[in-house]
């Protein structure tokens, strides 16, 4: 199979046109008879504890059917992504972030539930919020949880950082921050639970996990996981966001519709998504890089600290992840990172499109930058000089034969550095290029189990219907899976539909997470095509009476490959194999290369393989308004395989956003506790006019591990564009920013200083 | 696996509770936003063409949305159950029944399309229908189809027949008929199609045989069979009326909800669902047996007509099916049957519950007990001679090496024979004992593919999910599969949901008919549990770190061998393994053994297995009115293994009632082509107050084509029933009847005569 007819083609979104006239069923276009609306009822408080919730007066109000607390769920009322399960759905005692839900109300309309929220009388004593990461580790901090207030703590040890900076020439260090980023998905978390009259329920939700909150739903209905199915609705946008929360509101509305009998949709308000549900880690990262003056890097020593908020949601996987790639895409002996995330009184952090790796990236390559200056060494070379090879062993001690195209990410923006890195600073504007490249490890590796399932069916007419595990989320996993589909079985794309998920049809295949779709979710995909090519080729081979060996599918028909004019359309190779009793529907798991890993040191096989890139952007400062234009900005990574161009620049173009934003523009703003920017008039985010010029150069350096060879894109641009702004920036304006996003007013700050 | 722990036990129906609490969502319960109604507006002449019809005046009509005829459809408006596919949607020309639909008007409500119906000017010029076989088969008979008015005719030999008959001492003929039926299932046949928002379609039927809807309906709107979804939903019973029916209004729905947009609900009074849609086939029988003096019989000869109304429908199937058992559970040497259906001008006639085997075997029965007579030999000892045993050939000249419990079911009803047949006629009442014996072929065969798809999923929690892709109709197979599945994989019946079909989930499994469920879709079920119970196993061995031969699965634990306190919860051993990687999902595939047939002589191995049976019938006939009372019936079966004996005798008994109302009540009674009793004020059905005293006697001689040795027990009661009825009546009356329904005034007519 070296020739390809569809993989590496730019086809259309295969859900596009739904999409873009507006037909695609979101949950809030879900309308079911005698449904009612919910409304949570918040804290507005960081820290308290609830002495009474009295709901009779509300209850009073017309159209107002239920207000449940605590006391009213049915099941363990606790929920989490991974241990330690440590959220309740609705507290029924302490509260722990101001944005915390402590009642639904159910009614008629959304609006009369909202209404009625006032009418709730809630008695909280407020207590003393900790809202610092050091007040939190401060030794007599109250605890924010019975365990303390270290959510997760790990490190990892590769070699003797102590040797190895005893060997460096140059030793340096730096602090670096970044603060909370809001998913700002343009769809707000919704879900819909309908009692379907089969005796089971059916949850319709904006989600990226189904089976995950199938579990927590099923375990807080009080009811087998059978009995409850979870649709994946078209989701508008997720970036992490929608795991928790999703659980949340499908155990609200669940508990609702299973006592009322009735469907209850909740859906939240903007100021809801931001107070309420999960954000981005904020981190406080130190860095201490030791280095022989040929640039070679002898150590890497960092300290991670991640403010998780009141829950640990999925801390202990991006505290995981933060600590892997502290060190980046770099072969160095000695490293030690230690990697701790901690809870506040503040709104709960999880999973955030990067997942970790963000944050270290930029620390890590404002200092590789730093540590360039201080050497006197180009900042390419520096990064080349250590750059990864197959061969090399990663900050686990992983070895990859190959797949590992770091070095010709830097070949690819080399020319633009050069081209760029010239320009002059004129009197008002001030021009800077920074280069940040970023490793980023493809799918859940030794975070979690990796099995995806998928399956296919063919039908008669050859048509051809996929499912898979994994949710589509605007990443195009449903036009990748057309795609392998449809090259497997020698058909057009069209003839292909990818149908949404739910979990009745497929196996578990966790989250979509951490940049797996394509390459595990495509093998699933690939594999269950494969089986039922096998029953067409068998089938063409009966009816053309030669061998198997002898036949090809193609363009929609099963072809002799020794005469291309004897062509049987698959239809009815499709059709007489069905009726031959040849199977046309396989369902197939992918599972990942279990991970070998030590996880005391951290030492071991971690992930199937790894995304390496490396940004350039190349930036204008206005000297007076501190205003940042990206005049250039490239993005090359190793894909392995381009499954589809247009496509996969699109992931590019939109992580590069999230990452140029993280680096310039967005933070949640605290103020005693209370988030002062919950809307969208108060959070700055890039809208459509704020996009990069992006241009992607992709690095085909294929994996065993993926379809055709193809890597994960989804995540790993956000770090490497954040931290690439950062040094454009800090190049330009020539300060050393150790704290993203550094706004147009930080930039504005730093050059007033100078004036 | 000797012993079963939940196979054979009469578990309560896992879906009684939805169904008798009025939980059930059924399709008439699905509402949708912007829903509107289509009703069928009918030709009203049994042959006629049309000229034109004018709905400028239905459309002008406040809410009426949308008239549909065939040149608006979108596909080749042709449908059929196998070929000769020669049914129009909407004719565009040719009126072939008085029920046939000609338009379809669409609109707000139900009750403004069938009003606005009123106002389309159809302009039909009637041509002379025609209305019996002898006019269809008559030498210059107008042609309903073009091919002729034959619609299949097959022939059976084995041996010689006129050998057969010369080595007869005695030879007897008889000629018997039998009426249309119409299957009075509870809920009339009710489509409702949902354009659903990711530009597929999703069609909420009551139906059996969801993937053949698919497979029509996507053909006539024109889509690939990948954008329709079937779901089945509830189903107020089907015996085999829903395949045609439910494709019909599916594809009218179907394309008035594309063209429209919005959820269009066909739903069909119960008029024309008797009017319009298939009925078991009226049958003209000539029966001639050939016999020794010792009861030995030599020979048999059978031709069968079959009128299979205006379309072919399942008529081939019929056709074979009559042809196959027409000579009954005999071991006979030479054997002769002719089997025809044949167009005429009335409503179309398709599958129903038995498929062609109740009308031969009342006849068949009737001239056992004839020959019997004729030959001063007992009846039960007459069958009992002639019945096959293991290693006998069958009229197809198979041979079971196992599970021909045939002689048993003899032996089981001998006694109630004995007791019975005694009883003395007094003075207004005659007593009358009969019994008649059915061979019926399980599942498919050589009539088609015989693969049936079922999945299993287990969670995290250890509650596991089942698909299917075989319909529950009523027949309780969504019960004996959690049985399956609970026994396999060691739990409770309650951890086991079985879901809804949908054809998105599962491999096309054909129709769900010829009581393959148990015995097909319950050895699918069976495969992929054991699958899953392999990942429990392999999971729990690793936990208990021993052997996998050690670990048992039962109660919901795994368990030692050595040590039955040695126990770990199933749901932990279900978590490990998910996180360990072992697949907790299946899709499995039985594949029944494929048939080996000659279709020139219908020589050859047809079906997987037979059931047996042999019912007695003890009645009492009021000598002045003509009434029955059904005093004894028993009814003995080989079933292979009960795998739930309440469930099984629930079989029994409905499809027994059905024998019975086939005997006794129901009749589709025409006058010029125009069906006289299409309500049930007029057409006499048995209600709840009607029901016989049926005494269910299994024998199990298991079939290694069955789940744990079950063979399938849905439709052998109707024939024998029937038959039953038929001889005890007879021998009540002193007089053989040879035409059913035996009605009260045949009997009562019969008795006047004597008089």
């Known amino acids: 199979m070296a020739e390809h007819t569809i993989i590496g083609k730019s086809v259309r979104k295969v859900d596009g ?37 009295d709901a009779s007066e509300a209850l009073k109000e017309p159209g107002v059917h239920m207000v449940l607390t605590a006391k009213d769920l049915l099941g363990p009322n606790l929920i989490g992504v991974l241990p330690p399960f440590d959220q309740p759905v ?20 959304r609006e009369g539930a909202k209404r009625a929220c006032r009418n709730i009388k809630a008695v909280i004593t ?21 365990q303390g207030n270290v959510t997760f703590s790990r490190t990892l040890t590769k070699g003797n950082v102590e040797q190895g900076f005893a060997e460096a020439d140059v030793v340096i260090e730096g602090s670096y921050t970044t603060t909370f980023q809001d998913h700002c998905y343009i769809e707000p978390e919704i879900a819909c639970a309908v009692p379907s009259g089969d005796n089971r329920i059916t949850l319709y939700v904006s989600c990226q996990s189904p089976f995950h909150i199938r579990g927590h739903v099923a375990a807080n ?46 859906a939240h308000e903007r100021e809801e998504s931001i107070a309420g549900t999960n954000v981005r880690h904020a ?10 003056k040929d640039g070679t890097i002898t150590a890497r020593q960092v300290k991670v600290l991640l403010d998780g908020g009141a829950y640990a949601s999925e801390s202990p996987f991006v505290t995981m992840k933060a600590m892997i790639h502290a060190s980046g895409p770099y072969a160095i002996d000695h490293i030690e990172v230690e990697s701790t995330s901690v809870y ?63 070095l010709q990410t830097l070949d690819a923006v080399e020319p633009s550095l050069r081209e760029t890195g010239t320009k002059e600073n004129d009197g008002r504007y001030l021009y800077g290029t920074g280069i940040a490249s970023v490793i980023q490890g493809i799918s859940n590796g030794a975070e979690g189990v990796d099995v995806v399932g998928a399956s296919v069916q063919m039908s008669q007419d050859a048509s051809v219907l996929v499912g898979c595990g994994l949710a589509e989320m605007g990443q195009g996993s449903r036009t990748v899976f057309s795609q392998i589909a449809a090259e497997v079985l020698g058909i057009p794309v069209d003839w292909v539909t990818v149908r949404q998920v739910d979990t009745d049809a497929v196996h578990d295949s966790g989250p979509t997470v951490a940049s797996r779709s394509t390459t595990v979710g495509g093998m699933a995909v690939k594999q269950a095509a494969e089986t039922v090519r096998q029953s067409l080729v068998k089938m063409a081979s009966l009816m053309f009476k030669t061998d198997e060996s002898m036949i090809v599918l193609k363009e929609g028909f099963a072809v002799l490959t020794v005469d291309d004019t004897a062509r049987i359309p698959l239809r009815d190779v499709a059709t007489a194999a069905y009726w031959t009793g040849f199977p046309l529907m396989h369902l197939a798991f992918s599972q990942a290369e279990p991970a070998d890993f030590d996880h005391d040191t951290h030492q071991g096989r971690v992930y199937i393989a790894y995304n390496f890139g490396t940004h350039l952007m190349h930036v204008k400062v206005d000297r007076y308004t501190g205003e940042v234009e990206v005049l250039k900005h490239v993005a090359s990574h190793d894909v392995g395989k381009v499954v589809n161009p247009m496509a996969a620049s699109g992931q590019v173009e939109g992580a590069s956003l999230i990452g ?58 956000v770090a490497a564009a ?3 702004f950062a040094n454009a920036v800090s190049q330009a304006v020539g300060h050393r920013f150790t704290h993203i996003p550094i706004t147009r007013e930080d930039i504005a700050a730093v050059l007033q200083e100078e004036v």
Do not use: C
């Open 17 to 53: 046109i739904e999409l873009v006239t507006g037909k695609a069923k979101f949950t809030a276009d879900m309308k079911f008879p005698g449904m009612l609306y919910g409304y949570e009822l918040r804290a507005g408080v960081p820290a308290g504890i609830i002495e009474s919730i």
């Open 90 to 109: 609705l507290p029924d005692r302490e509260i722990r972030y101001a944005g915390e839900s402590i009642a639904l109300v159910v009614a008629d309309t």
């Open 126 to 146: 407020p207590i003393e919020p900790i809202l610092t990461m050091e007040q939190a580790l401060a030794e007599d901090a109250r605890k924010i949880h019975p």
């Open 221 to 266: 209905l009080n009811v087998p996981a059978s009995k409850v199915k979870v649709v994946q609705a078209y989701t508008g946008g997720s970036f992490g966001g929608k795991d928790d929360a999703a659980v949340e509101i499908g155990i609200l509305a669940g508990t609702a519709a299973l006592k009322l009998g009735r469907p209850v949709t909740i």
């Open 283 to 292: 981190a406080e990262i130190a860095y201490k890089t030791g280095a022989r």
């Open 344 to 406: 506040t009184n503040k709104t709960y952090a999880g999973a955030f499109r990067g997942f970790g790796v963000p944050q270290v990236t930029f620390a890590s390559e404002s200092e590789i930058d730093e540590l360039a200056k201080h050497l006197g060494i180009d900042p390419l070379e520096l990064r080349r000089k250590n750059g990864l090879k197959a061969g090399d062993k990663t900050a686990t001690s992983q070895v990859y034969d190959q797949s590992v195209g770091y």
């Open 660 to 717: 140029f934003a993280l680096g310039h523009m967005e933070k949640v703003e605290y103020k005693d506790g209370i988030i002062q920017n919950p809307t969208f008039a108060d959070y700055a985010f890039p809208s459509i006019r704020d996009r990069i010029p992006t241009e992607t150069i992709f690095v085909e350096d294929p994996t065993p591990h993926g379809p055709y060879g193809a890597k994960g894109i989804g995540e790993p641009p």
């Open 722 to 724: 954040a931290a690439a």
